[in-house]
């Protein structure tokens, strides 16, 4: 039930560090009941004699060898990508201690969930990853060691309970996520750029815990009906068939999601993302998404090797340019680290900030993917951003811009035809996939925005507001379905163009496209705090159009 639930089936065949964690839990658990199934107290010291031990520490220890490769590749700094410096002792412990993310901590500043909120999350997860039998089988295990019926090692049931607990309790006092919002468990989601830890994956080695105690309670029922029945065989072949039965039900509920032979959307995603990039470009990445699958692409594939990826957090990091900065031809550094305060400092740092770091490389398109450190707004002085499918491109304030030529620059960037919705909310795929349809609307959002927001003359306001109109409409009318915000900005852009005079459009139309695409938007987004005003600007809408066709029908009488 365990090894075919959804997360552990997901994270075995994921590069991660997870399955070994599983693995150690497995070992610990195996040890224990090698040292309780011992018959003789001699048999048991043999466990603990100082050969033993040593032996212990020295497959612990040599675990560890990996840690020297560390230094020594840091000292080298042939790595392109790397993380940390560790050619210093405090480096090293940083790195090991995971000090720039937190020691025991999930995230860097964040404020999470109770410690109630998060233990009754990881019991509701428990329970639909290994379905309500193994709660209730470990229950029965704990409740039958407790009442010292006939039981499976009850000294085994108390220590592996006790193991679960301090688990569970621990992780929940330094899980520091917000695990009430739906991504938070599978990954954090962002409004203008991905930061991405995973909640979920750690739940694991309890849920390893659980099956194993599942177990014994699944054994000590059956005793139990073979103390009572004295018919062992078909209690025996009973016992069996349930456990097939349950293991089959496990793998059949779960291999559809867990199927990934043919899931590739993540590499199209970066494909579709390195493609749209002219020759040269820098692009600001933000993210694990976007780093990641960038870098992988290109370091382990050379894809778009002309493309040089710049990491925004990393780049606040002391070690950052140190070790990096020489792997990335072609880009100026005006310092050692990016701070929006710029200035030097006694241990000799020299720190940037984002508009001296695009001033310096104007030689070079600059991109941003996806979004921009809220934290440095000095780039507002002199440059904006203009969208570029998901990513957003760094054009200086006064460059022209002719609206038109870039609708048609970046009206087709990418070659993207997943349907909308199709993956679970809590996975990369839903994110990417949410990345590249909102990249759709990008365009048409940006010119409503820059003729809401721009001083501008009438004629020109007039012009952003049909090109964005005429966006929307056509991506509204070509996908059925689509992301729900869509439906509220294209009635905006709608309700705008009313405005115009002359007039662009026909007002009818407009005023029905309006109409139906508020009130789509107020049924699929009931949780919008706006809701009660588009449906008071619904109901007003709807009397402008019952008027205008009563006029219109009176002037076509008039005309007969």
Not at 255 to 283: E, H, I, T, W
Not at 537 to 560: S, T
């Amino acid at each position: 039930m365990f090894s075919f639930s959804r997360l552990t089936w997901h994270w075995s065949t994921a590069a991660e560090v997870f399955s070994l964690n599983n693995l150690f839990v497995g070992l610990l658990m195996a040890l224990s009941v090698h040292f309780e199934e011992a018959t003789t107290a001699k048999e048991r010291a043999k466990e603990l004699t100082l050969g033993h031990m040593l032996k212990l520490s020295f497959c612990f220890l040599a675990g560890c060898l990996p840690y020297l490769y560390l230094p020594a590749s840091s000292y080298l700094n042939k790595a392109r990508w790397t993380w940390g410096d560790q050619t210093t002792v405090k480096g090293f412990m940083t790195h090991l201690l995971r000090e720039e993310y937190g020691t025991f901590a999930l995230a860097k500043s964040e404020n999470g969930s109770s410690m109630t909120e998060t233990l009754l999350f990881q019991v509701t997860h428990a329970t639909a990853e290994l379905s309500l039998v193994v709660p209730a089988l470990a229950i029965t295990a704990f409740l039958c060691s407790a009442a010292r019926r006939k039981v499976e090692k009850p000294q085994l049931v108390w220590l592996f309970t006790w193991m679960l607990l301090t688990y569970s309790f621990f992780f929940a006092w330094r899980a520091n996520l917000d695990v009430s919002r739906p991504l938070f468990k599978g990954v954090i989601w962002r409004n203008a750029a991905l930061s991405v830890l995973q909640v979920e994956r750690f739940w694991m080695q309890s849920n390893a815990v659980l099956a194993v105690l599942a177990g014994l309670g699944f054994s000590s029922l059956f005793s139990l009906g073979e103390a009572l029945t004295g018919s062992s065989r078909a209690l025996h072949c009973l016992e069996w068939f349930v456990a097939t039965l349950l293991v089959t039900g496990q793998i059949y509920s779960n291999y559809g999601v867990c199927d990934q032979s043919a899931n590739d959307v993540v590499d199209r995603f970066a494909r579709n993302l390195l493609s749209s990039l002219p020759p040269g470009a820098v692009v600001l990445l933000r993210g694990d998404l976007p780093g990641n699958s960038l870098r992988y692409l290109q370091y382990c594939e050379g894809v778009r090797s002309d493309v040089t990826l710049v990491d925004q957090e990393m780049m606040t990091y002391r070690w950052y340019l140190l070790k990096l900065a020489k792997h990335l031809p072609g880009v100026h550094f005006p310092g050692n680290r990016w701070n929006p305060v710029e200035g030097s400092f006694p241990d000799g740092t020299v720190t940037f900030n984002l508009l001296r770091f695009l001033k310096v490389n104007k030689h070079k398109e600059t991109f941003a993917c996806i979004g921009l450190h809220e934290g440095d707004p000095t780039w507002k002085k002199d440059y904006s951003l203009r969208p570029w499918g998901s990513c957003d491109k760094l054009v200086p304030s006064k460059a022209p811009f002719d609206p038109g030529e870039w609708v048609d620059r970046t009206n087709n960037l990418y070659n993207w035809s997943e349907a909308y919705g199709r993956f679970d909310a809590s996975s990369w795929e839903a994110v990417a996939n949410e990345e590249m349809w909102q990249a759709r609307m990008k365009t048409a959002f940006f010119l409503f925005d820059l003729a809401e927001t721009a001083s501008m003359s009438a004629d020109v306001k007039a012009e952003l507001y049909t090109l964005a109109y005429k966006l929307y409409r056509d991506i509204i009318s070509a996908h059925e379905a689509h992301p729900v915000n869509w439906h509220k900005n294209y009635a905006i852009a709608c309700e705008r163009m009313l405005h115009l005079h002359p007039e662009r459009e026909d007002p009818e139309v407009l005023l029905s496209e309006t109409i139906k695409h508020f009130r789509l938007y107020a049924e699929k987004a009931p949780d919008d705090p706006q809701r009660g005003q588009i449906l008071q600007a619904v109901k007003h809408l709807r009397k402008e159009l019952r008027g205008l066709r009563k006029l219109r029908r009176g002037e076509k009488r008039q005309h007969l």
